[in-house]
Structure formats: C-alpha cells, structure tokens
C-alpha cells in the first residue's frame, strides 16, 4: 500500500524539524498542499489516500529547497498579504507581514481624512509583486493607480496580480526609477523602499539574503539611498492636501523624517506608525495641506 497524504505530511514535518525549520508542522502542509494541487480543507478530508509518486517527488524536491532555507512562499510562488494572495517571484521582494503596517497606515489617513468616497490618485514607488498598490485599491473601490518599477519582470509580475485580482482597469505599471519620468500630481504616495544598509545585508537572515532580490534590499551606504530619491521630487507629485508613506528600517525615522523636512514636506509629531512588534515601521508626510484635498486650508 502506498504511503498515505497523512504519512507523507508527518515525514516532512520530522524531516523540516530535525533540519532547523522555526515552523514544521504549517510548512510541511503548505508545501504538501502545492505538491498535491489541494486547498488545506481537501488535505483533511483526503488525508487517507495514497501518495502518488509524482506528488511524492515534487514534495521531496520541495522539502529540499526549504531544507537550503529557500522561503515556502518562493516554492509555492504566492504569498499572503492583507488577506489576499500574490503570486512572487526571483524579480521581486517577498512581502512581509511588517509592510501591512504601511496598509494600515495609508487606510487610517484616508478613513480620518474622510477621502473614502473620493477618487484618489494612488503612486506605488518600487512596486515589486504590486501587493501594496493593488491591496489599497482592492479596499478602496474609488481610486485608481500607477505603480512603479526599474525591474520589467516585476511590472509583469505585478499586472498579473492586477489580472487576477480583477483590479486591472484601475492599475497601471510604468517602467521608472522613483520618481523620474512620472507625471502628473498624486493624493498618496506609497512606498516600501530598499533601506538595509549595504554593509548589513550578508547579516541578514538566509531566507532574505540568499533569495530576495538585492535591488529590492539594498539602501546604500546608510540605507536611505532610496528616501532621498523619493523626497527629491516628492513635493511636485503631491496634489493638495496629498501625502507620502513610506516603510522605513527600525532606527531610520529621524532620518527620514529629516530628508522629507529638508525637501519642504510637513512632517508632524504623530506620523510615525509602530508595527506590531513595537518598532518605528512607516512615517508620514505631507504638502502645506494637511488633511483637505481641496486646496482649502483646514478651520482652526
């Protein structure tokens, strides 16, 4: 008889636990799953059947790669974020859940700045997978976007996302480098930039290092390479009233905060959002503006 879903899910999880994997028992499953073709309710109610041998090869070359510490999200090719699913690739970073702290962000400004039912012009800088751009226009029905990249792989990459999605009439990829080339004038700009020091990212984790695209790391000598591309031309894209949010490293919103200050945009003393571990993850930042995208100064 042959071995069973069940078995073969039990010998990749000793298999992933023995080599080091922080996360056994899910990763065995997902990578299972993949291998199989099923959703995780099918592997319950199917978990007696025999293993064939095709699905019991893919599973042993998947476990391999995780073993070398390649991501489950690489080897299945799709990562969750904000509660949707995109697929990734070599061409682009892996989305992580610290960025949905950007996604809270941008939302909590729309929401407290009652742009909901507006037809907000959206700008995804260095938009890799698109999941930051098209999660945003997926909550909020009346914008639309342009998300931008040097890489024509992940603009490629991030249509397809759009595609499936159902979001492509509202999404549009351009080829630029930040904010060279890109007309026209913005209600938010979004950006999850490179920020890890040059020198630092040998010291990264292996799942990073090794297997997200060094462009999409890669700040400079300090890390903010990126921040004052972005801060450079970020005051003519803004619209009236517009503002900016960006990721940003533990330890860098002084200075980034300094680099949009010193492009003449507002940063004030509560645009700095925390992640869910309690560090400093997205800072805010506007036109003379604040809250108003009519151009009117706000009542006192």
Known sequence: MSETLEAARG???????????ATPALDARLLLCHAAGLSHEALI??????????VAAQLASFVARRLQGEPVSRIRGVREFYGRDFRVDGDTLDPRPDTETLIAA??????????????????????????????LLAELPQAQGVGTDRCEGAL????????RLGLAARARFIGADWLEGVGGRFDLIVSNPPYIASAEIAGLAPEVAAFDPRAALDGGVDGLDAYRRIAEKARAALAPGGRIVVEIGPSQAEAVSGLFRAAGLTV?????RLDLAGWPR???AGGPFENRLDGRTPQK
């Open 11 to 21: 010998a990749a999880t000793r298999a992933l636990r023995e080599g080091g994997i």
């Open 268 to 272: 004030q003393g509560d645009d700095l």
């Open 156 to 163: 490629r990459l991030a249509a397809e996302n759009a595609r």
């Open 106 to 135: 941008a939302l909590e400004l729309v929401s407290r700045s009652g742009w909901q039912r507006r037809p907000l012009k959206l700008l995804d800088l260095g938009t890799g997978s698109g999941c930051i751009l098209l999660t």
């Open 45 to 54: 109610t199917r978990n007696r059947e025999g293993l064939n041998a095709e």
């Open 282 to 284: 997205c800072v805010l």
